[in-house]
């Protein structure tokens, strides 16, 4: 594992205990890296309205542009209580590829931190993308 992974790993992890899962009891955590090496990791956050829930990935996302707005993500990684590697959902693959170029990886975890590593563009291939 390189020391990267490792980082975000650590700080998915983190920010996994404090997921708010109350409904689905699904915790989940992400971490990335932006191309000048900031991390920034969110958890997910549902809502008794369901629909308001907003996931792990698009937090982290979210946080980034908060505090210092518009960047390449180098890597991004999930994880969640599953001893599957956790795939990022349709929504956040799109809000993911704003954010994305050609090297961008998606970092899958299972629960005992086992990754697999994918292309930004094998995850979500023919992506809508108007540019700007
Ligand atoms: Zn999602």
Redesign the pocket.
Known sequence: MSTIDETLLNEARKAQKNAYAPYSNFHVGAALVTDEGKIYSGC?VENTSYGLTI????NAIFKMIADSGKHTISRILIIGDTDEFLP??????Q?IVEFSDENTVITMCNRSGQMKHHLMKEVLPFAFFLGN
Do not use: I, K
């Open positions: 997910n996931c792990a990935e698009r990022p959902c349709g929504a956040c693959r809000v």
